[in-house]
Nanobody
Framework: VQLQASGGGLVQAGGSLRLSCAASGSINGIKAWRWYRQAPGKEREWVASIIRNGDRNYLDFVKGRFTISRDSAKKTVDLQMNSLEPEDTAVYYC?????????WGQGTLVTVSS
């Protein structure tokens, strides 16, 4: 199983980006799809998740600005990011949590300029 993240880039504050993560291979027992991020010099932090029943949860700082969505048939999970702020600058990682293990993507860099 491999996760391929894409969609990162450079954007001005107030702008938008859409990240996408595609999974290849067979994945069983999925509990949640998640996005994490790691800013320079900081620990990796959880950003958003969507669980099997479709419930979504977000880091307080991104609530109302980010939206996570998934397409189970295509095995993709997206993160729509609006009203971006310089503090959102980080490498973003997609993650799949299953009953057996976790899978991580390689990360995609998002840079928000002020």
């Amino acid at each position: 199983v491999q996760l391929q993240a894409s969609g990162g880039g450079l954007v001005q504050a107030g702008g938008s980006l859409r990240l996408s993560c595609a999974a290849s291979g067979s994945i069983n027992g999925i509990k949640a799809w998640r996005w994490y991020r790691q800013a320079p010099g900081k620990e990796r932090e959880w950003v958003a998740s969507i669980i099997r029943n479709g419930d979504r949860n977000y880091l307080d700082f991104v609530k109302g600005r980010f939206t996570i969505s998934r397409d189970s048939a295509k095995k993709t999970v997206d993160l729509q990011m609006n009203s971006l702020e310089p503090e959102d600058t980080a490498v973003y990682y997609c993650n799949i949590n299953t009953v057996y293990r976790e899978y991580w993507g390689q990360g995609t860099l998002v840079t928000v300029s002020s």
